[in-house]
């Protein structure tokens, strides 16, 4: 029979009774547990924004007509040469057109896909940007806009002027940013677009698009389909590319291979376009939970040393509680209790202190030219690291309370009231 | 003839460290209710090992124990912390209060592990034991804030909470003057007569002895009749 009223009642007293210890013991809990909600919201906050990066702006599967020469070649089809080894020197992909063949058909069949969030068309060519003198070369891209608004939250990159202009602009155009500074153009100006076949187009600048990554900046920019389809002087069905987005990004593997052999297409799904961005990511994750974990025993350790100092200076105590009649046990959940109140003490604390910290740094700004869209520094307010973090807290207050708290439970009244 | 409380039947004990040492030998010896008892020995004769052999505090020994005719020895740990609880008090050379508590929750705590009261009527029961002897006045104060005589009086106080069939002692008059060593031995004569409680003082103070009912006399690890 425990009785648990008395022994809190005892844990109590001796807690309050050494208060500084107490806080001493707390406070460590309370650095251990607050250091790892601010790092881990601060850490897994900066991982999903570079996640975010890539993943917002990459298709889930990216559809395109691959120029790579023919794996059969017209020998192997010959077949009075079948069973011999034909050595063909020197192979040359064969003059084809980049374009999609049935493309409006495929988006449709994708578009009805229940995995398929969305799958939009795209084109994608080589042009001259020319402003007065200057003529620089790059790429420019035809888009539905308010899809790509909707899909891969383009609206984040456009830093001046808004979506909707350049639906509404037949003749608009979305310049790179990098583009702009070096022809000092701006919201409003005209630039000439001339594509590699000859003719000059001339387009009114409605935004500034910037990713956050100069090659591109300094090389692409956007408008609507139809715009480039004029500027080739081809028909409405000519598209060269389809980004597809799904609402699992681990199904892009199988559907890819499936679309590849479907529809003859090159399929590239995201995992293997960013092989190395999942590597990253999970290298930080360790490290969050490296430096985390080695906060909380430095914390478990603090509890540990304090608890025993207190078991050695209450040796009397402990002595007179088992003369009385308390049984080795009571002793021991006299102070696992001490050790569980400062765990949950302490934890509190902690969590407190985390949310109040990471709230702070929520609020710090933090511009940065690779990343338009962020102005303080990110953070991930997941509830989980709270119920984490308590529960490591517990854990670890109780493993450092054990040890102590056993030996407490050993010492041999006789020998303390005899060695007196 | 009254009822036997204690009762020790061919205690012996070793010592194994440092070096085998037979610290008890046979001891058998018995004590009735009512009856105060006192251990007389020089230094070194066994009679506090012999005390916590009795106490059930040390289990490592030879023999057999009775406490109300139950036999104790080789009993559950657990189940001797309860004996000990309910049916044996203590009073030790030194005071041995828990210093952060006040005087009366000294005294409510084996009453209160024991849980067979309500704490109003242990609290009760906790004051009218004060005022018997006399020290009711410093039920608020720290243990720690008040004098040795009174400190031992709390002893006492909180070895009688539980109302035990037996009350023992080990020198608890040593680390006290005259004056409070005699006030300690009418407390526990007045018990002993009035109340028929059966007591077991281990001392060396020979005057002491000299006023019990009863003296056991060891030398050598031997009771000497």
């Known amino acids: 029979m425990v009785n648990w009223k008395v022994i809190l009642n005892i844990a109590k007293t001796h807690l309050i009774t050494k208060i500084k210890q107490t806080a001493t013991a707390a406070l460590g809990v309370t650095f251990g547990i607050g250091a790892y909600i601010t790092l881990v919201c601060f850490m897994t906050g900066l991982n999903g924004m570079l996640d975010d990066l890539i993943l917002n702006q990459t298709p889930h599967i990216h559809i395109y007509n691959e120029i790579e020469p023919s794996e059969k070649q017209p020998v192997d089809l010959y077949y009075e040469f079948q069973n011999t080894i034909n050595v063909v020197h020197s192979i040359k992909p064969k003059q084809s057109q980049k374009r999609i063949h049935n493309v409006l058909p495929i988006i449709n069949y994708l578009n009805k896909d229940p995995e ?17 003198s200057i003529e620089i070369g790059g790429n420019i891209t035809g888009i539905d806009i308010m899809k790509e608004v909707e899909l891969f939250n383009f609206k984040d990159y456009i830093v001046k002027g808004e979506p909707q202009d350049l639906k509404n602009n037949e003749n608009g155009i979305l310049l790179g940013s990098g583009i702009a500074d070096k022809m000092s153009l701006d919201v409003g100006d005209r630039v000439q677009i001339s594509p590699i076949k000859g003719d000059v187009f001339p387009l009114k600048i409605v935004g500034i698009f910037q990713s956050g990554i100069a090659d591109i900046d300094n090389i692409q920019s956007f408008t609507n389909i139809k715009t480039v389809q004029r500027i080739l002087g081809e028909a409405e069905n000519y598209i060269t590319d389809i980004n597809v987005k799904l609402y699992d990004i681990n199904k892009a593997i199988p559907l890819a291979k499936k679309i590849e052999q479907q529809f003859k297409l090159k399929a590239i799904d995201i995992n293997t376009a960013n092989a190395q961005f999942e590597t ?19 914390a478990g350790f603090g509890i540990y040393n304090i608890l025993n100092m207190l078991i050695y200076e209450k040796m009397n105590d402990i002595a007179i509680l088992k003369a009385t009649g308390f049984s080795g046990k009571d002793v021991q959940l006299i102070f696992m209790s001490q050790a569980m109140i ?32 962020i102005e303080t520094y990110p953070i991930n307010h997941n509830p989980w690291f709270y119920v984490i973090g308590i529960t490591f807290a517990m854990i670890s207050t109780f493993l450092a309370g054990y040890l102590p708290s056993r030996k407490a439970k050993k010492i041999d009244p006789v020998k303390i009231i005899r060695g007196q | 003839m009254m009822e036997t409380v204690l009762e020790a039947k061919m205690i012996n004990k070793y010592f194994k460290k440092p070096v085998l040492f037979h610290v008890l030998k046979d001891i058998s010896f018995k004590v009735r209710e009512g009856e105060f008892a006192s251990i007389m020995g020089k230094s070194g004769c066994g009679k506090s090992t012999l005390l916590y052999i009795l106490s059930t505090m040390d289990t490592d020994y030879e023999g057999e124990l009775y406490l109300n005719n139950e036999l104790i020895t080789g009993q559950e740990r657990e189940h001797l912390s309860y004996i000990r609880n309910k049916h044996i008090g203590f009073v ?23 849980g067979e009261k309500t704490l109003q009527e242990i609290e009760h029961d906790a004051i009218e034991k004060l005022r018997v002897l006399e020290i009711d006045h410093l039920a608020k104060k720290r243990a720690s804030r008040v004098s040795g005589g009174e400190k031992q009086r709390v002893a006492i106080a909180r070895a009688l909470i539980n109302n035990p069939s037996i009350i023992m002692g080990d020198e608890p008059t040593g680390n006290l003057d005259s004056y409070n060593s005699d006030n300690v031995f009418n407390i526990f004569k007045q018990l002993s007569d009035e109340q028929g409680l059966s007591l077991l003082v281990v001392t060396h103070d020979l005057d002491f002895a000299n006023k019990t009912d009863r003296i056991i006399e060891m030398g050598d690890g031997r009771i000497l009749e």
């Open chain 1, 280 to 298: 990253g990511t999970t290298i930080r994750n360790l490290i969050t939970y490296a430096v985390s974990i080695t906060l909380l025993i430095v």
């Open chain 1, 342 to 373: 400062i765990g949950v003490v302490g934890g509190t604390l902690g969590l407190l202190i985390g949310f109040i910290l990471s709230n702070a740094i929520d609020q710090v700004p933090f511009q940065t030219e690779a990343l338009p869209t």
């Open chain 2, 92 to 114: 030790f050379q030194f005071h041995y209060l828990l210093s952060e508590f006040s005087v009366l929750e000294n005294v409510m705590l084996p009453a209160k592990k024991l």
């Open chain 1, 116 to 132: 398929v969030r969305g799958a939009i068309p795209q084109i994608k060519t080589q042009v001259f940007y020319i402003a007065g």
